[in-house]
């Protein structure tokens, strides 16, 4: 069970918009609609912002949507704010099991 | 609101057994939910170790099951981790979770502890 591949970090400026992938395998992304995205700022909990590859929880701002097609998952974030500079985290189930991506660092210019 | 909150040393040698106790708050243990453990070395990133259903169903991240044992304690609302034989490498923030479950089948991580810090050391 390998870790999902996600860039170690992305950039943007505010009001732009960035898209971090989570590349699996057909044993994990591409078998289930499973994956999920988490924010995490620094010394804090991580925080659901996707589930089931594309749905939003409630209070969650929608310039954050999430896709996949194949082995890989997709979260983009449009509008880019301050606040949104963070660790960024994709989970997806592995068949009884759960494998997180190495995590990407968000930084807003 | 449910809350999570882990407890346990701070401290463990090495080759000892890391226990930690996650009490849940705001909600019941039995619910028709999974609840989980996750870990986050310092500076790195989120792995998962195991989770448990209220009957005591339990599943295990591959890598750590022959270490790895989680139980319910449904009569204090809480559930725990057992780490045996650990080395600096167990070193980490550890969190408790809650698996959203839809018909029986987790989903998501749904609401988590602060998290604890385990340092590994003699």
């Known amino acids: 069970q390998s870790a999902l591949t996600q860039p170690a970090s992305v950039s943007g400026s505010p009001g732009q918009s960035i898209t971090i992938s989570c590349t699996g395998t057909?044993?994990?992304?591409?078998?289930?609609?499973?994956v999920s995205w988490y924010q995490q700022h620094p010394g804090k909990a991580p925080k659901l912002m996707i589930y089931?590859?594309?749905k939003r929880p409630s209070g969650v701002s929608n310039r954050f949507s999430g896709s996949k097609s194949g082995n890989t998952a997709s979260l983009t974030i449009s509008g880019l704010q301050a606040e949104d500079e963070a660790d960024y985290y994709c989970?997806?189930?592995?068949?009884?099991?759960?494998?997180f991506g190495g995590g990407t660092k968000l930084t807003v210019l | 609101q449910v809350q999570l909150q882990e407890s346990g040393p701070g401290l463990v040698k090495p080759s000892g057994t890391l226990s930690l106790t996650c009490a849940v708050s705001?909600?019941?243990?039995?619910?028709?939910?999974?609840w989980s453990w996750v870990r986050q070395p310092p500076g790195k990133g989120l792995e998962w170790i195991g989770e448990?259903?209220?009957?005591?169903?339990?599943n295990y991240n591959p890598s750590l099951k022959s270490r790895v044992t989680i139980s319910v304690d449904k009569s204090k609302n809480q559930f725990s981790l057992k780490l045996s034989s650990v080395t600096a490498a167990d070193t980490a923030v550890y969190y408790c979770?809650?698996?959203?479950?839809?018909?029986?089948?987790?989903?998501?991580?749904?609401?988590w502890g602060q998290g604890t810090l385990v340092t590994v050391s003699s």
């Open positions: 979770a809650r698996f959203y479950t839809i018909v029986g089948a987790p989903h998501y991580f749904d609401y």
């Open positions: 705001g909600g019941s243990i039995s619910s028709s939910n999974w």
């Open positions: 448990i259903y209220h009957s005591g169903s339990t």
């Open positions: 057909s044993s994990d992304v591409g078998s289930y609609n499973l």
């Open positions: 089931e590859v594309s």
């Open positions: 989970c997806s189930y592995a068949g009884s099991s759960w494998v």
